[in-house]
């Protein structure tokens, strides 16, 4: 008798989760709703203390990995990733949700765009239950976004499809970041790679609870000098993106300096003032070569 081969899935979905089962069902049922079927569920334990792991553990219709300490997002997620079968890729963050439209649009327009490697979509913010409009720095945009990441993160997890080849070029989320991690895969990708924005409100945002990561860390400009940093470190990165690069760090250097000194921290203060200078002085010689 022939074996059936099981054709594995269009899209893999991983959410990665702590302590939040209560969110974690209605980002679960969103996925459940989608329109498109072809896709598995990967949710990711990370050692969670509450009744995550007997909900997940009763709860048909996706794959749960029980990580048994809290290591934090990006370990979660990664090892989501190396479990994940689909030829394209999506996050959901726990505390999130979809549109029951989500995934069957950007499918298409990765269909219909083959050359495209990534694309993501608006969202809708709550923000302590109440719906909340998005400032004008938090604008999306579509193409070559490298030097428009480098501010802030203006992709969410949530929102992003890549394709596996894509994130094998890239690499992994960073396990050494406690925040910023997404900020970190974003400037990598979109270095090397255009992404398209789909100008659709498919994700819902969900803020203003004590466990989100900006609000546990102070200062998460730290966290995005550190991505920034690597990326100077990356071999034959072209002179204008170089340039990009220095003058945000040199700007969010002076401001976490600043922070610092108002919270009358001076050793770190000094330390993020010293780097200000030392990517000033770096800008400065780029520009004189170039001029």
């Known amino acids: 008798m022939q074996e059936k081969i099981c054709k594995p899935p269009r899209v893999s979905i991983i959410i990665p989760t702590y302590n939040r089962c209560g969110f974690l069902k209605s980002a679960i049922e969103s996925v459940f709703q ?62 999130d949700c979809w549109q029951p439209e989500k995934l069957a649009t950007q499918v298409a327009f990765m269909d219909e765009h083959p050359e495209c490697s990534a694309c993501y979509t608006d969202e809708i913010w709550i923000r302590n239950g109440v719906r909340v409009n998005p400032m004008k720095k ?4 579509s193409g070559q976004v490298f030097r428009k990441c480098l501010p802030l993160c203006i992709i969410s997890p949530s929102s992003i499809m890549m394709t596996r080849q894509v994130l094998n070029d890239i690499g992994l989320f960073d396990e050494s970041l406690p925040a910023c991690e997404d900020y970190d895969m974003w400037l990598r990708l979109t270095l090397r790679h255009s992404v398209h924005f789909i100008e659709e409100k498919l994700i819902v945002k969900t803020g203003g609870h004590s466990d989100q990561l900006s609000r546990k860390f102070w200062g998460m400009d730290r966290f995005r000098v550190q991505a920034m940093e690597k990326i100077l470190e990356m071999p034959a990165l072209p002179a204008k993106e170089k ?41 400065t010689a780029i520009s004189n070569v170039s001029g």
């Open 34 to 95: 989608q329109t498109l079927d072809d896709w598995e569920l990967i949710v990711v334990d990370d050692g969670s203390k509450d009744e995550t792991w007997d909900y997940l553990d009763n709860c048909s219709g996706l794959t749960g990995l029980r990580l048994e300490k809290n290591k934090g997002v990006s370990f979660a997620r990664n090892r989501g990733i190396e479990r994940a079968q689909g030829e394209l890729i999506c996050f959901l963050d726990s505390d």
């Open 138 to 141: 938090h604008r999306k945009y």
């Open 243 to 283: 340039g990009w690069v220095l003058e945000t760090l040199v700007e969010k250097c002076r401001i976490l300096s600043y922070g610092y000194n108002n919270n009358d921290k001076p050793n770190d203060a000094a330390k993020f003032s010293g780097k200000a200078e030392h990517y000033e002085n770096q800008l």
